[in-house]
């Protein structure tokens, strides 16, 4: 699977109330991660990358 897009982005103020979301963003996003690994041999082979993003 090939990386196409990402993006970083820094919180100065390391005390606000949203470090549990982000815990729960970044575990969910190591399961769906997880989850395309499994199925992107399937994925890769529609041609159509908007098929193929509806089909994710």
């Known amino acids: ?26 575990e969910a996003v190591c399961c769906l991660t997880e989850i395309y690994e499994t199925v992107w041999t399937e994925l890769s082979m529609i041609d159509q990358i908007k098929r193929r993003f509806n089909e994710a």
């Open 1 to 26: 699977m090939q990386v196409v897009s990402s993006y970083g982005a820094e919180i100065k103020n390391k005390n606000i109330p949203i470090r549990h979301t982000l815990a729960l963003y970044r």
